[in-house]
């Protein structure tokens, strides 16, 4: 169980009206790295979070850890897309550059991971640099916990409902399995469809659409894989996909790889202990 923690609130201007960030480790750090979570995620849900501030200030390298809550947090992610989120990413960039931070790095966890990859393509608010934790497919995870014809129907309806001007709508729980409930017919396509606006870390991509989704980056991306992840379909070889990463993308770190026995958010003391001293050797690198 949780004991008490203490964190600083920073609300910040952004198109949502929820939009505030909560910040572990150095008040006076000149240097930030901002955490995204996953789909139903928000501010002190993931486990590592606080373990990896502390170590980071243990660590003397000048960097705090800034949760962020914006309009995708929690069950706003069925109502939301990787467009918005990036629009409140952004106006906390713009708010922390505001505030002097030297430098800042975007670290995304699971479909936080999508954000990074679609916030590199951001030149107006640029970021130094990118950690993506337990980058999983949406897509292949749906495939574990859902029947494969139901998958089907669901994608098939919400584009019909797109191409009808009814994106906005939203899917009935029976219409989704009851996973990712409540969500919008675009979200649900846009993660459970391939080739869907979410869809960057499937394992069945062809190498030019790895390339592409990968080459976004114009500074160091690190992607750390959960070895044990559960949101993961046996077939797929981590190892392999990762080391593809690698390969085609210039800017993906060598420190890119496999947390050893952590499952999807990283609870094991000792994946803790490794991812933390992956991040720190990363953050010296950049």
Not at 23 to 52: M, N, Q, S
């Amino acid at each position: 169980m949780d004991t008490p923690f203490v964190c600083i609130a920073h609300p910040f201007e952004s198109a949502g009206n929820i939009s505030h960030a909560y910040e572990y480790g150095p008040v006076k750090a000149r240097k930030a790295i901002i955490f995204v979570g996953g789909l139903g995620d928000g501010p002190h849900t993931v486990p590592f979070v606080r373990p990896l501030a502390t170590h980071l200030e243990e660590s003397g390298l000048d960097y705090s850890v800034f949760e962020i809550r914006i309009r995708s947090s929690f069950t706003g992610f069925g109502y939301s897309s990787l467009k918005k989120d990036v629009e409140d990413i952004a106006a906390f960039v713009r708010y922390l550059r505001g505030i002097d931070k030297q430098k800042i790095v975007l670290m995304g966890h699971s479909t936080g991971s999508q954000d990074c990859v679609e916030y590199a393509a951001n030149e107006d608010d640029p970021v130094d640099g990118f950690i993506l934790q337990g980058p999983v497919s949406d897509r292949e995870a749906a495939a574990i916990h859902v029947d494969a014809e139901k998958l089907r129907e669901s994608v098939e309806l919400a584009a019909s409902m797109i191409a009808e001007g009814r994106g906005d709508e939203m899917l009935r729980p029976e219409q989704v399995a009851h996973t990712f409930e409540p969500i919008t017919a675009y979200r649900w396509h846009s993660l459970i469809s391939k080739g869907g606006d979410d869809d960057f870390f499937s394992s069945d991509l062809d190498e030019e659409t790895v390339s592409r989704i990968w080459n976004r980056f114009q500074k160091p991306a690190m992607a750390l894989y959960s070895a044990e992840d559960e949101h993961v379909p046996a077939h797929v070889d981590k190892q392999a996909l990762v080391d593809l990463w690698k390969k085609l993308g210039k800017n993906v770190h060598p420190l890119s790889g496999l947390i050893p026995g952590a499952g999807h958010t990283v609870k094991q003391p000792d994946g803790q202990a490794w991812l933390n001293d992956h991040v720190v050797q990363f953050l010296k690198d950049i």
